[in-house]
């Protein structure tokens, strides 16, 4: 989580996006909405005759799970490809409190809830962000073996079809509203290990198969810069554990990462300890030691139980929909700079795209065309385009040297600086400042970096930047 707040006031930036409260009720136990999306608009498709729009979903983390799901209430014929059912993705886990709301996650699949947010400078001065949390207020942890396999079972509840499958290929259709004819190997079949090589004919494809996707490639999508991520799970004495209850930690420094943060995030019975780079990825284990030492001595005597390494993505490819193909979540490149959060924004840009098909298809009921798929794009650009900046500038000024990371880390102990970042992270808004408290701030981040001896190069990087 990084400070919204603090980037206004350094480059007077001010946003607000948009919440969409599809539904406030928090439930508590494992339970599927009965309401159905009915959107009426006046659509150019031909009609379907006897038969209603069919659009495979290729990935089954939190992009597919609730595309599948919102497509398959919609009324549209759906097929979730999901490679490995008992996928455990490596993931800090952290969501949102927004999340658990507007997905209606049952509260028994959050493992923690974080009211203390330590962040932790190069000189190890710690601020504690959670001060101004209300009683309600957390970030949810969770495992994410768990959130996609429930996401996914709720999709299957909706209507529909999942296919454990690894989708290899798929064939452009060369004339309009022809089908697209998907390539897979099919593990449903218990009979043969290795799989069955099948096909399958959809109208449309939703490609939320993460980072390393296929569907983007299918599309001629281009790639994006990644961070690679490194991530293990340590499970440490329960005494240490107990410290860890609500708290997750966030080092920042050279020694831990050159252009990211390192991270203690608390798991249902460990902690996920981590680190990432764009720039150095040779360097990443020495940056895991550094975050390791950096924790070391709440973390001591602790058991490795897993390591792990994936992308994230830097920003968003160059296409993200192509005719009737669409990509959300990772495999579009939704994570935001400077916190890596990606759950969230796959979970909704799914839906999102899943509810342009439903209306440009009217329930299934007609063929729909690029121009359909292209309202989701506008929805999210609209909506998340000035968030991703601001979290983008915010990352080259704060990110970049350990003078500037001090001032970063002073700033963070600001009430009204902690106020503002977790409207924007928790609730995904940005609320009307106040202009007074806006010009104070300006003026503490000045004389922050001022301290830090880090005005002049930040400057300079802001400059580029603009
Ligand atoms: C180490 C690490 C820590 C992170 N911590 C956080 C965090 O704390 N909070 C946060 O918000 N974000 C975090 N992120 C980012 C977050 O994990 C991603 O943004 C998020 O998982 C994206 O969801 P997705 O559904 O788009 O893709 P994924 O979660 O990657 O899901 C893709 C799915 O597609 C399946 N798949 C892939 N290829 C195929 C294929 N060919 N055929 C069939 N299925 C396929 C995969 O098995 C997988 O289940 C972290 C990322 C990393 C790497």
Same mark, same amino acid.
């Given at each position: 989580?990084?400070?919204?707040?603090?980037? !206004?006031?350094?480059?007077?930036?001010?946003?607000?996006?948009?919440?969409?409260?599809?539904?406030?009720?928090?439930?508590?136990?494992?339970?599927?909405?009965?309401? +159905? &999306?009915?959107?009426?608009?006046?659509?150019?498709?031909?009609?379907?005759?006897?038969?209603?729009?069919?659009?495979?979903?290729? /990935?089954? /983390?939190?992009?597919?799970?609730?595309?599948? $799901?919102?497509?398959?209430?919609?009324?549209?014929?759906?097929?979730?490809?999901?490679?490995?059912?008992?996928?455990? !993705?490596?993931?800090?886990?952290?969501?949102?409190?927004?999340?658990?709301? *507007?997905?209606?996650?049952?509260?028994?699949?959050?493992?923690?809830?974080?009211?203390?947010? !330590?962040?932790?400078?190069?000189?190890?001065?710690?601020?504690?962000?959670?001060?101004?949390?209300?009683?309600?207020? =957390?970030?949810?942890?969770?495992?994410?073996?768990?959130?996609? @396999?429930?996401?996914?079972?709720?999709?299957?509840?909706? /209507?529909?079809?999942?296919?454990?499958?690894?989708?290899?290929?798929?064939?452009?259709?060369?004339? +309009?509203?022809?089908?697209? %004819?998907?390539? &897979?190997?099919?593990?449903?079949?218990?009979?043969?290990?290795?799989?069955?090589?099948?096909?399958?004919?959809?109208?449309?494809?939703?490609?939320?198969?993460?980072?390393? @996707?296929? %569907?983007?490639?299918?599309?001629?999508?281009?790639?994006?810069?990644?961070?690679?991520?490194?991530?293990?799970?340590?499970?440490?004495?329960?005494?240490?554990?107990?410290?860890?209850?609500?708290?997750?930690?966030?080092?920042?420094?050279?020694?831990?990462?050159?252009?990211? &943060?390192?991270?203690?995030?608390?798991?249902?019975?460990?902690?996920?300890?981590?680190?990432?780079?764009?720039?150095?990825?040779?360097?990443?284990?020495?940056?895991?030691?550094?975050?390791?030492?950096?924790?070391?001595?709440?973390?001591?005597?602790?058991?490795?139980?897993?390591?792990?390494?994936?992308?994230?993505? *830097?920003?968003?490819?160059?296409?993200?929909?192509? *005719?009737?193909?669409?990509?959300?979540?990772?495999?579009?490149?939704? %994570?935001?700079?400077?916190?890596?959060?990606?759950?969230?924004?796959?979970?909704?840009?799914?839906?999102?795209?899943?509810?342009?098909?439903?209306?440009?298809?009217?329930?299934?009921?007609?063929?729909?065309?690029?121009?359909?798929?292209?309202?989701?794009? $506008?929805?999210?650009? +609209?909506?998340?385009?000035?968030?991703?900046?601001?979290?983008?500038?915010?990352?080259?000024?704060? =990110?970049?040297?350990?003078?500037?990371?001090?001032?970063?880390?002073?700033?963070?102990?600001?009430? =009204?600086?902690?106020?503002?970042?977790?409207?924007? =992270?928790?609730?995904?808004?940005?609320?009307?400042?106040?202009?007074?408290?806006?010009?104070?701030?300006?003026?503490?981040?000045?004389?922050?970096?001022?301290?830090?001896?880090?005005?002049?190069?930040?400057?300079? *990087?802001?400059?580029?930047?603009?």
């Amino acid at each position: 989580m990084a400070s919204i707040a603090l980037m !206004k006031s350094f480059v007077g930036l001010r946003h607000s996006t948009a919440v969409d409260n599809h539904s406030t009720a928090v439930v508590t136990k494992h339970t599927v909405s009965a309401h +159905k &999306y009915c959107i009426k608009a006046s659509k150019s498709g031909p009609k379907l005759a006897g038969r209603n729009l069919k659009v495979a979903v290729v /990935g089954g /983390g939190p992009a597919g799970g609730s595309a599948a $799901e919102t497509l398959a209430k919609g009324g549209v014929e759906t097929i979730l490809f999901e490679r490995k059912l008992d996928n455990c !993705k490596p993931c800090g886990g952290a969501i949102p409190l927004c999340m658990v709301r *507007e997905f209606e996650i049952p509260l028994d699949i959050i493992d923690r809830r974080v009211t203390k947010m !330590k962040i932790i400078s190069p000189s190890n001065v710690v601020v504690d962000m959670g001060r101004i949390l209300q009683p309600h207020e =957390y970030v949810g942890m969770v495992r994410r073996e768990v959130l996609d @396999s429930y996401l996914r079972d709720r999709a299957a509840a909706a /209507g529909a079809a999942v296919v454990n499958g690894l989708f290899l290929k798929m064939d452009l259709p060369e004339e +309009k509203n022809a089908p697209y %004819v998907l390539h &897979y190997t099919d593990y449903s079949s218990k009979s043969s290990g290795s799989g069955e090589k099948k096909t399958m004919e959809v109208d449309a494809v939703i490609g939320a198969d993460g980072a390393n @996707s296929r %569907v983007a490639k299918c599309i001629d999508a281009g790639d994006y810069e990644c961070t690679l991520a490194f991530q293990e799970r340590i499970k440490i004495p329960d005494s240490k554990m107990k410290y860890y209850e609500n708290l997750a930690e966030m080092y920042v420094g050279d020694d831990v990462s050159p252009d990211f &943060y390192g991270w203690v995030f608390p798991k249902s019975d460990h902690v996920a300890v981590g680190t990432g780079t764009v720039t150095h990825k040779a360097d990443i284990k020495k940056f895991q030691t550094a975050t390791r030492n950096r924790a070391q001595n709440k973390i001591q005597g602790g058991k490795i139980i897993r390591v792990e390494a994936h992308p994230i993505p *830097e920003h968003p490819r160059r296409r993200r929909v192509l *005719e009737r193909v669409a990509l959300v979540g990772d495999a579009a490149g939704y %994570v935001t700079k400077c916190s890596g959060e990606g759950i969230y924004f796959a979970a909704k840009s799914g839906r999102m795209c899943a509810e342009a098909i439903v209306e440009g298809s009217e329930n299934g009921k007609r063929m729909v065309d690029e121009s359909d798929l292209r309202v989701y794009l $506008e929805k999210w650009d +609209k909506t998340y385009w000035v968030t991703y900046k601001v979290l983008e500038v915010l990352h080259k000024v704060f =990110y970049r040297s350990n003078p500037a990371r001090e001032a970063f880390v002073e700033m963070c102990g600001d009430e =009204y600086v902690q106020k503002m970042t977790f409207e924007s =992270y928790l609730y995904k808004r940005v609320v009307a400042g106040n202009p007074l408290d806006d010009l104070k701030l300006a003026v503490k981040t000045i004389a922050s970096l001022v301290r830090a001896n880090a005005f002049g190069k930040e400057m300079e *990087e802001l400059s580029i930047i603009n």
